[in-house]
């Protein structure tokens, strides 16, 4: 670093590393190319959030537009997925109904990732009693099912999206919260934050400057893992009612309203 070239008072790379650095890069893509599942995994994930964010992209038909002429029609060039029992297209639902899927299990993650991080800092850094009181709690909470606890929130706070998100959020705050508290019990005892204490930093900063950061990936892990258990967890709870009200095109909507055509029409919930 000290012999490479300044520009304005800062270094400059060769040409070179640059070069090596970008075939790096390039090299890495082409592997995870050649793995059907991640390419697989990678198209979907595209798909669903370009559903979630621009729907009107993917297609031209209106999801509460209804047709009495076309009810029930077989999937097929017209209608991709079918109609539903209303002649309304199913592609163009379950199309628009991802913004509230995909908007829902980011509250609940956002609810999820805050109530964790702030109990799993509080508990590994504090110690002692105050970590065994609030782990002892989260061990009872994760003890119940993700999807029982939601139940009794949304019950307790009423339905909608909304409510459902920050049901499933409460849910999986546990996992975070432990997750969270792994790893501040290892970062605590690193050299450099023994330094920090030792040298008169604060509590809080310590913390926010030295234990936090270092506490990211981790817990980033497994908000990624867990978005995706917490759409199927809102769209249980959609199915069973508690969702969003008709006509909204939530997906589990969309599978209860085929539960009377299983038989006759299995494309509605499929």
Same mark, same amino acid.
């Given at each position: 670093?000290?012999?490479? +070239? ?9 040409? *070179? ?13 082409? &592997?995870?190319?050649? *793995? ?5 995994? =990678? ?23 209804? #047709? ?9 060039? =017209?209608?991709?997925? $079918? ?17 509230? &899927?995909? !908007? @829902? @299990? ?36 994760? %003890? ?5 606890? &939601? ?11 909304? +409510? ?14 432990? =997750?969270?508290? %792994? !790893?501040?019990?290892?970062? *605590? ?11 008169? @930093?604060?509590?809080?900063? =310590? ?8 506490? *990211? ?11 995706? /258990?917490?759409?199927? &967890?809102? %769209? #249980? ?11 909204? #095109?939530?997906? $589990? ?12 029409? +299995?494309?509605? /919930?499929?």
């Amino acid at each position: 670093m000290d012999n490479l +070239p300044a520009v304005g008072g800062r270094a400059v790379f060769p040409q *070179r590393e640059w070069a090596e650095r970008v075939g790096h890069l390039v090299a890495r893509a082409r &592997s995870l190319t050649h *793995r059907p599942g991640f390419a697989l995994a =990678t198209v979907f994930l595209a798909f669903v959030l370009a559903a979630a964010a621009a729907p009107t992209l993917l297609t031209h038909y209106q999801p509460y537009a209804t #047709s009495p002429t076309e009810r029930l029609v077989v999937p097929g060039a =017209t209608h991709l997925f $079918g109609t539903d029992a209303l002649g309304r297209d199913l592609y163009a639902r379950v199309i628009h109904g991802a913004s509230l &899927s995909v !908007e @829902a @299990a980011l509250i609940a993650i956002g609810i999820a990732l805050s109530g964790g991080l702030v109990l799993g800092l509080f508990a590994g850094f504090a110690g002692g009693w105050v970590d065994a009181v609030i782990m002892r709690c989260v061990d009872v909470v994760l %003890a119940l099912p993700v999807l029982l606890l &939601s139940l009794a929130v949304v019950t307790a706070i009423g339905f909608g999206t909304l +409510p459902v998100a920050i049901a499933v959020g409460i849910g999986i705050v546990p996992g975070f919260a432990r =997750t969270t508290r %792994a !790893e501040v019990l290892r970062v *605590r005892t690193l050299p450099y934050v023994e330094s920090a204490r030792l040298g008169g @930093a604060s509590r809080t900063y =310590t913390l926010m400057r030295h234990v936090l950061p270092n506490c *990211r990936g981790p817990v980033a892990a497994l908000a990624i893992l867990d978005f995706g /258990s917490a759409i199927l &967890s809102v %769209a #249980s709870l959609s199915f069973l009612g508690f969702g969003a009200s008709p006509p909204a #095109s939530d997906w $589990g909507d969309l599978i209860a309203d085929g539960r009377d055509f299983l038989i006759t029409a +299995p494309w509605v /919930s499929l």
